[in-house]
């Protein structure tokens, strides 16, 4: 027999009510406004596509929502409680998990032990040891139950392909209590078959209605391939909230081009 070691249980939202809001979110470091009143709203089984210049100020929000960073003003809400996130493990006990483009895997360490890292599984009675048939079991039985393919769970993890170690770094981020996911760059440096491998992986976890999903992504078509909705950042603020339906990557692609030769317009104004 193993033990499990305890992990958060974070309640679910209540029907209707968001996984998360975000409202009148304000951040600085010194004299440098970055967020200036964030509103978000993120919806149970939404997947949020996050998009804006560099500098717009994405990174510091998805940071301040898993606890990295403080906030300086304004509210954050999950699950219909008000919460203040003095630590990334004060985030992950809400339900919160990040997973960052440089995907956070240990190269030596085996799929199994990579998705069990730090919720390691012991055997019973006064020496305790890893209990690694357990882990390959379980990791086997998760990994098939959320669709990720990966032929040898014992294999190193850098001996995966991009896509799989992603895959992977994802399936770890929700094997837990995890309600709200986030997404920095999933997909990049990424071929056309690893991409679908992780976008079929995002819309299933999302289809399920077990986790809410944001996703920061430069690349304009992989959002309208992921998300139910776009927000989009322009100088620290969220300008435009939209469903995908209802725009056209021609649409985004045309307004980012036209904020973008503002601030160039701005800047040279300034220096006149």
Same mark, same amino acid.
Do not use: W
């Given at each position: 027999?193993?033990? $499990?070691?305890?992990?958060?249980?974070?309640?679910?939202?209540?029907?209707?009510?968001?996984?998360?809001?975000?409202?009148?979110?304000?951040?600085?470091?010194?004299?440098?406004?970055?967020?200036?009143?964030?509103?978000?709203? /993120?919806?149970?089984?939404?997947? +949020?596509?996050?998009?804006?210049?560099?500098?717009?100020?994405?990174?510091?929000?998805?940071?301040?929502?898993?606890?990295?960073?403080?906030?300086?003003?304004? &509210?954050?809400?999950?699950?219909? &409680?008000?919460?203040?996130?003095?630590?990334?493990?004060?985030?992950?006990?809400?339900? =919160?998990?990040?997973?960052?483009?440089?995907?956070? /895997?240990?190269?030596?360490?085996?799929?199994?032990?990579? +998705?069990?890292?730090?919720?390691?599984?012991?055997?019973?009675?006064? /020496?305790?040891?890893?209990?690694?048939?357990?882990?390959?079991?379980?990791? $086997?039985?998760?990994?098939?139950?959320?669709?990720?393919?990966?032929? @040898?769970?014992?294999?190193?993890?850098?001996?995966?392909?991009?896509?799989?170690?992603? *895959?992977?770094?994802? *399936? $770890?981020?929700?094997?837990?209590?995890?309600?709200?996911?986030?997404?920095?760059?999933?997909? *990049?440096?990424?071929?056309?078959?690893?991409?679908?491998?992780? =976008?079929?992986?995002?819309?299933?976890? *999302?289809?399920?209605?077990?986790?809410?999903?944001?996703?920061?992504?430069? @690349?304009?078509?992989? /959002?309208?391939?992921?998300?139910?909705?776009?927000?989009?950042?322009?100088?620290?603020?969220?300008?435009?909230?939209?469903?995908?339906?209802?725009?056209?990557?021609?649409?985004?692609t045309e307004l980012m081009i036209s904020s973008f030769r503002s601030e160039i317009e701005a800047v040279s104004s300034?220096?006149?």
């Amino acid at each position: 027999m193993s033990a $499990r070691p305890a992990e958060p249980t974070p309640p679910a939202p209540a029907a209707g009510e968001p996984a998360l809001e975000v409202r009148g979110v304000s951040k600085r470091f010194g004299a440098l406004v970055v967020l200036r009143g964030i509103d978000l709203v /993120l919806r149970p089984g939404e997947v +949020l596509g996050l998009v804006g210049d560099n500098g717009a100020g994405k990174s510091t929000l998805v940071k301040i929502l898993s606890g990295f960073h403080d906030q300086d003003g304004g &509210e954050l809400i999950v699950g219909g &409680e008000r919460v203040h996130f003095k630590s990334v493990a004060d985030a992950r006990a809400h339900g =919160i998990e990040t997973v960052y483009q440089d995907l956070a /895997l240990i190269p030596q360490l085996s799929v199994y032990q990579n +998705l069990f890292l730090g919720h390691e599984l012991t055997t019973m009675g006064p /020496l305790r040891v890893l209990d690694k048939r357990a882990m390959r079991k379980l990791a $086997r039985q998760y990994l098939d139950a959320i669709n990720v393919y990966v032929p @040898n769970i014992e294999a190193q993890a850098d001996q995966l392909s991009g896509g799989q170690r992603q *895959a992977v770094a994802v *399936a $770890r981020a929700v094997r837990t209590a995890t309600k709200i996911l986030l997404l920095d760059e999933p997909l *990049a440096a990424m071929g056309a078959r690893e991409s679908r491998l992780i =976008i079929d992986l995002v819309k299933d976890l *999302a289809s399920s209605g077990r986790v809410s999903i944001i996703v920061i992504d430069h @690349n304009y078509a992989h /959002l309208f391939e992921l998300c139910d909705r776009i927000n989009v950042m322009q100088g620290g603020r969220i300008t435009i909230d939209q469903p995908v339906q209802e725009t056209s990557l021609e649409q985004l692609t045309e307004l980012m081009i036209s904020s973008f030769r503002s601030e160039i317009e701005a800047v040279s104004s300034d220096g006149a």
